[in-house]
C-alpha cells in the first residue's frame, strides 16, 4: 500500500467513498507511517491515535470522510488535546484545550480524522521551525535544513506521507514558506476567509490567516470550501465566492497580465530562486499569457508592521499568556529574541501603534492598487491593472538548521535573519490578498525551491484556476523526498 501515502486528500477519500479501502484502515496506515518516520523528522509532538481510531471506526462522512489530517499547535485547538504554542512553559504545564475552534469543527464536519498536532516555533514567530520546547522538525528532502516556519511540522507530515494534508496558518509566510521549503502547495487565503472564532476576532491586526498545506491544487481548494465562510461576530469577512472553489480547479483562465519580480531592494537572491521565477515566467509566456518585469513600486519600501505593530503583539502574548496561567512570564520562558521583541513591544504607545497602523493601510492601498483594473497605476497614468504579481516564494533555499535560531548574547540577530525569509511573503499579509506557493522548481542539489501567485482581494479563485494548470504543465505529484530509506524521485533541474 506504500502507493496511498502519495495519493492527496481527494484521492484518499474517493477510495473510502467507492468502499476500496475503510476509514479505519486509512487511518492504520497513516498512524503505521507516523510511527516509521516521525522519529527522523519530527514533525507531531502530540498524536492522537485511539480518538482517531474511534472516529474512524464511526465512518466519518464529508467531503474528506476517513481521511487523516494534522492541526498546527498554533492557534487552532482541539478539545482535550495538548495546546503549546511552541512554547516550553505549556508544555512543563501540560496545558490543554478545553473545546475545538470553529475551524475545527469545520474540518471534522468534513469528515477528517485528526491524528495529532504538529511542531512550529515559539509563539510562531520565527521562519524556522526549532523550537526549545520541541526540537528541529527536519527537511526531509535534506535532513540537514530546515523544515521552514512556522507551519513547519506540518509541511514536513505532508511531505512524507504521513498525512495527505494538514493545518497551517500565516502571519508573515507560515504556509508559503514550509511548502515552498518542502515542495507542496500552500495558500494563504484572502484576510478573514477562515474564521478565527470563538476566541479570536483577528490575530495580529488582521496579519494572520488560517489554512492548509497540501499536495494538489484540488485538495486546498476542497479545504477552503470545507472551512471557509464567515462565522457570528466576526469583524469583518472575505468577499464571497460566487462558486464552490473546487469548480474552479480545470475551469479556464483566459489570458492573463502577470507581472513578475525577479529581485528585492534588500535582500540577495540565491541563483536558483532567480531560475525558478524565470523558468515559471518562460512557462506562463508559452501558454499565451502577457508576462512583464513589474511590481507596485510601494514594495520597494518595507511595510511598516515590523517596526512598531510586531513587537505590541509579542508583548500582548506575554501578557495574555501569563494571566492565563496565573504567573507573570519571565525571560525564562521564552527563547532570548522573542523576549527582547515583546519588551521593545511594552515600550510602544497607544499613539505610536495606531499611527503604526494607519501607516500601514495607507502603505497597503498603494500596493493594492497595481491590481486594480479600473486604472489608477502606482505612477500616476491610468493603465489598466494587473491580474497576477509571479515571485519568489523565499530569496533563497532552505536554511540550515541553526542558522536562524537565536544567538546566545545577540538579542535579535537571529530574528533579523529568520525575517529575510519573508521578505516576498510578508507584504501580503499586510494586504490581506491571497497568495500561493506553488513547487514548481527544484535546485541542482534537489531542494524544493517555490514560487508565489499574488491576486487581488478576495481572488482565490483565479489562483486556484492558474494553479491547476500549472500543475497539469509542470507535475509535481510523483516527486518525494528520500526518507526512511526510500528512493529519491530527483527531478531534473527545471530551467
Known amino acids: 500500500m506504500e502507493e496511498i501515502f502519495w495519493l492527496d486528500a481527494t484521492g484518499q477519500a474517493e477510495l473510502v467513498r467507492s468502499g476500496e479501502i475503510s476509514a479505519t484502515e486509512l487511518v492504520e496506515h497513516s498512524i503505521a507511517r507516523i510511527e516509521k518516520l516521525n522519529p527522523e523528522v519530527n514533525a507531531f509532538i502530540h498524536t492522537s491515535f485511539e480518538k482517531a481510531r474511534a472516529v474512524a471506526a464511526g465512518a466519518p462522512t464529508g467531503p474528506f470522510g476517513g481521511v487523516p489530517f494534522a492541526v498546527k499547535d498554533l492557534f487552532q485547538q482541539s ?117 478565527l472564532g470563538p476566541e479570536l476576532g483577528e490575530a495580529w491586526a488582521g496579519l494572520t490567516h488560517e489554512s492548509a498545506i497540501t499536495r494538489s491544487v484540488r485538495d486546498i481548494a476542497g479545504i477552503l470550501d470545507a472551512v471557509g465562510g464567515m462565522a457570528p461576530g466576526d469583524p469583518y469577512t472575505a468577499p464571497t465566492p460566487t462558486r464552490p472553489y473546487v469548480r474552479e480547479v480545470g475551469a479556464p483562465v483566459g489570458r492573463l497580465r502577470i507581472g513578475i519580480q525577479v529581485d528585492h531592494p534588500a535582500v540577495a537572491l540565491d541563483p536558483e530562486v532567480v531560475a525558478a521565477v524565470r523558468s515559471t515566467a518562460a512557462l506562463l509566456e508559452e501558454m499565451g499569457h502577457i508576462v512583464e518585469i513589474a511590481r507596485p513600486a510601494a514594495l520597494d519600501a518595507p511595510a511598516p508592521e515590523a517596526q512598531v505593530l510586531m513587537p505590541v503583539f509579542q508583548y500582548l502574548d506575554i501578557v495574555r499568556w501569563g494571566r ?159 526518507i526512511a530509506g526510500q528512493p529519491a524521485d530527483r527531478p531534473e533541474r527545471n530551467m
Open 79 to 195: 478539545a482535550g488535546d495538548p495546546y503549546h504554542y511552541g512554547t516550553r512553559f505549556l508544555k512543563d504545564l501540560d496545558w490543554r484545550a478545553s473545546a475545538d475552534t470553529w475551524m475545527v469543527s469545520k474540518l471534522r464536519a468534513a469528515g477528517f480524522v485528526l491524528v495529532g498536532r504538529t511542531n512550529t516555533p515559539e509563539i510562531g514567530a520565527w521562519t524556522t521551525t526549532e523550537p526549545d520546547s520541541y526540537g528541529p522538525t527536519r527537511n526531509p528532502w535534506d535532513l540537514s535544513r530546515s523544515s521552514g516556519g512556522s507551519s513547519g511540522g506540518s509541511a514536513v507530515a505532508v511531505a512524507t506521507g504521513m498525512v495527505p494534508a494538514a493545518h497551517a496558518n500565516d502571519g508573515g509566510g507560515s504556509v508559503r514558506i514550509p511548502a515552498s521549503a518542502n515542495g507542496l502547495v500552500g495558500l494563504k487565503p484572502t484576510r478573514a476567509r477562515v474564521s
Open 324 to 482: 492565563a496561567i496565573g504567573r507573570e512570564l519571565t525571560p525564562a520562558d521564552l527563547d532570548q529574541d522573542n523576549w527582547a521583541l515583546g519588551m521593545y513591544g511594552k515600550d510602544v504607545s497607544a499613539v505610536a501603534y495606531l499611527e503604526g497602523l494607519y501607516a500601514l493601510h495607507a502603505w497597503c492601498r498603494r500596493v493594492a492598487a497595481w491590481w486594480n483594473h479600473d486604472g489608477d497605476g502606482t505612477d500616476g497614468g491610468r493603465k489598466p491593472g494587473y491580474d497576477l504579481l509571479l515571485t519568489p516564494t523565499l530569496p533563497r533555499p532552505p536554511a540550515k538548521l541553526g542558522e536562524l535560531r537565536p544567538v546566545p548574547g545577540q538579542p535579535l540577530a537571529g530574528f533579523m535573519r529568520s525575517g529575510e525569509y519573508v521578505s516576498f511573503t510578508s507584504p501580503f499579509n499586510a494586504t490581506g490578498q491571497p497568495a500561493m506557493s506553488l513547487p514548481l522548481h527544484w535546485s541542482a542539489d534537489g531542494l524544493p525551491i517555490g514560487v508565489q501567485f499574488v491576486a487581488a482581494y478576495g481572488r482565490e479563485d483565479l489562483l486556484i484556476r492558474l494553479g491547476s494548470v500549472l500543475e497539469q504543465a509542470r507535475p509535481w505529484a510523483d516527486r518525494h523526498p528520500v
